[in-house]
């Protein structure tokens, strides 16, 4: 027998034990927009994502798309600045942040998924009242902190067999728009539903120490050394901060990992390899 058919079959029966552990499992993925690449990578994501979803995971996307909004504001011509990584949100920024990412990047991923066969629905933190913010900060305008999170829709669409994709807006009490870091916003999401794994997926292989090598098992305790002493900075530290939030809001283990590498989810929760960073309390 061709030898490749062998290697196909001892791969399925070796994922076995993962695949009875992940049964029924919640797991929050959080794909960053510099994650999503060519529309054969989106391809390759979703069909992860199906095949989590036949196998009896409850699988949760939560979406970034920060160079998208960019690129829009850009060609509208409207400035834009961040502040300790969140983007400074006026009224008009806030209107763009709603139209890219509740808009085109939630329905790329909408059709990818539908494309390998899922049933996905797209949504945002304003639809039936899954996250409500309050304002981070005077000076950052529209940028909410999610407040309230009611993820009784999520549950709905779970029994429904249906894949949620969640674009990072949230409500505001006075009926106002939030921008959410969308790091901020899985967090916020899989402490709500107590997942079993959040997954970040980003464009760096891990957290990585001085030496630029990543480091596969972190604890809390480390991530806040590696913070304090600047090993962690820019994009990462929304990260592991939401990492560190998620693990003492009751989730039981987060990953920071390359989303850019094939079957990247696959890896990490189907094989003994694993991948990327491995953050527990
Ligand atoms: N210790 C570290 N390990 C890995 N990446 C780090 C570290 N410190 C800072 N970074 C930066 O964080 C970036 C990831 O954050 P970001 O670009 O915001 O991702 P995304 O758009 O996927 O949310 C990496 O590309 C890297 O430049
Ligand atoms: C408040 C804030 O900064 N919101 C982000 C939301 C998108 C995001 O988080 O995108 P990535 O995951 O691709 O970085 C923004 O406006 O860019």
């Known amino acids: 027998m061709n030898r490749d058919w062998i290697a196909t079959a001892a791969t399925l029966s070796s994922a076995l034990p993962y695949l009875q552990r992940y049964d029924g499992a919640v797991v929050v993925i959080k794909l960053g927009g510099h994650a999503m690449g060519s529309d054969e990578a989106m391809e390759g994501f979703a069909r992860d994502v199906v095949l989590m979803r036949q196998v009896g995971v409850n699988p949760v996307i939560v979406h970034g798309g920060g160079p998208m909004i960019n690129e829009m504001l850009g060609r509208l011509g409207v400035g834009t600045t961040f502040a300790n990584g969140k983007r400074v949100t006026d009224g008009t920024t806030a209107e763009v942040v709603e139209m890219v990412l509740g808009g085109r990047v ?3 991923i909408v059709q990818a998924i539908q494309g390998q066969g899922g049933r996905a629905v797209g949504l945002s933190g304003k639809d039936a009242g899954l996250v409500s913010c309050r304002p981070v900060a005077a000076d950052l305008g ?4 999610p407040s309230e999170v009611d993820v009784s829709v ?3 669409l779970f029994a ?3 894949i949620p994709v969640i674009a990072p807006i949230g409500g505001g009490a006075g009926g106002e728009t939030f921008n959410v870091n969308g790091d901020t916003f899985a ?4 402490q709500a539903l107590g997942a079993d794994r959040l997954l970040l997926l980003t464009d760096v292989a891990g957290v990585k120490d001085r030496a630029g090598d990543v480091v596969t098992e972190l604890t809390a305790e480390k991530v806040r050394a590696m913070t304090a002493d600047g090993t962690i900075l820019g994009g990462m530290i929304p990260k592991t901060e939401t990492a560190l939030e998620a693990l003492e809001g009751g989730v039981r283990a987060v990953v920071i990992l390359d989303g850019r590498v094939p079957n990247a989810v696959l890896l990490e929760l189907f094989t003994d ?3 990327g960073s491995l953050i527990r309390g």
């Open 273 to 275: 390899h694993g991948a």
């Open 142 to 145: 529209y940028v909410g902190a």
């Open 187 to 190: 967090g916020a999401v899989a």
């Open 106 to 108: 939630n329905a790329r």
């Open 154 to 156: 999520l549950r709905t």
């Open 160 to 162: 429904a067999d249906m």
